[in-house]
């Protein structure tokens, strides 16, 4: 958070229709300086202007677009923008990038009323570690015991108690029997291939295992590392699931 | 067919609109995993995405013409798995390859269960 004291102002010159990768370069611009955790920026609109070109753009002409003048402006620390430089570069295209030596008199502040209660302060849990990530590859229309498969896998995951599981559908494919599974417009019987993504420890996703067997009569199961990184409020989560179970 | 124990898993990253004589990529890199005999291949379509060139996929309501992120995953053996590489070197202009390890815990087919 910016504090009171010297600091730099950054201003940035772009036109409205000017693009960055098919986005305007303005709200490119805004969301990199957004995600990169500036404290804040404001973009403002010129009515009227000529850079570079020597083009005069005004809202007096009746065009529809008129390319007209835009000013992205932040206040920051001095390591903060140096740090940020080389990206804004590339951002501004034929733009202006110009900085100025500032001092933050008053800090902006966040209101009280916006600041976060006890309960939320409570940091969520971050969880890092090794676990196994079990990818199931079966059809839309495989069934076990008259339901879907990939239904009876995902209750009969939560019944054993693994920690969560999604269902990706493809839009073509084919597995062991060399048949083509595919999304069509003109079939009213759909035959997508379906993922099922499951992350576990190794120790319960093998345990599980030979329920797949039982279940599965064609069908791909992989497993493979995966390093998990999880933000859960642990103990709410946990209390959820009893709830729901019972 | 038969997969088992450690194995490849590759996956093909690039857009739907993206196409190889005039044929959308997506089928001509099944076709082509079916013609290596691999074994066996699906096609993810994303809902949102940008990859190599930072532009935001997004397929769009009102457009028919959305190119939305596409993925290929295709598992088998290393040695099959390399068999195919050269052919995606020229078929996948812009787009992502990532191979990574995996084990085949189970792979069959019902004539393969009945046998």
């Given amino acids: ?246 | 067919m038969k997969l088992e124990g450690r194995a490849k898993m590759l996956r093909i990253h690039f857009g739907e609109d993206d196409k190889w004589e005039d044929k959308p990529l997506y089928r001509v890199i099944v076709e082509k995993c079916r013609e290596l005999d691999i074994a066996g291949a699906t096609v993810f379509r994303g809902t949102e995405g940008y990859g190599a060139s930072t532009l935001i996929r997004r397929p769009h309501l009102l457009s028919f013409s959305h190119d939305a992120p596409l993925m290929v995953s295709v598992i088998d053996s290393e040695e099959k798995i390399q068999k195919l590489l050269p052919f995606l070197d020229r078929m996948v202009g812009e787009g992502l390859i990532a191979i990574s390890d995996v084990e085949v815990i189970k792979y069959v087919h019902q004539e393969g269960v009945r046998s």
């Fill in chain 1, 1 to 246: 958070m910016l504090k009171a004291g010297p600091a730099k102002k950054v201003v940035i010159y772009v036109g409205e229709d000017h693009k960055y990768h098919g986005q305007s370069s303005y709200s490119a611009i805004l969301d990199f300086l957004f995600y990169k955790g500036v404290s804040g920026a404001s973009v403002v609109r010129g009515i009227a202007g000529f850079g570079a070109d020597h083009h005069l753009h005004t809202t007096r002409i009746e065009r529809l677009t008129e390319d007209l003048p835009i000013k992205v402006e932040f206040i920051e620390s001095a390591d903060k923008v140096k740090d940020l430089l080389p990206k804004l570069q590339e951002l501004v295209g034929t733009g202006l990038i110009e900085i100025q030596d500032t001092t933050v008199v008053k800090a902006a502040e966040t209101e009280p009323s916006k600041r976060k209660s006890p309960a939320a302060a409570l940091p969520p849990l971050k969880r890092e570690g090794k676990a196994k990530m079990m990818q199931i590859f079966i059809g839309e229309n495989d069934k076990w015991r008259d339901k879907p498969l990939y239904k009876a896998l995902i209750e009969s995951m939560r019944a054993n108690d693994i920690a969560g599981v999604t269902v990706y559908q493809g839009i073509l494919g084919y597995g062991a029997n060399r048949r083509i599974h595919r999304d069509s417009a003109l079939h009213l019987s759909h035959d997508r291939p379906i993922l099922l993504s499951v992350i576990d420890t190794e120790e319960k996703l093998r345990a599980f295992s030979p329920m797949l067997d039982s279940m599965i009569q064609q069908g791909l199961v992989v497993l493979s590392d995966v390093d998990i990184i999880t933000y859960a409020h642990d103990f709410e989560t946990s209390d959820r699931r009893k709830e729901s179970r019972s």
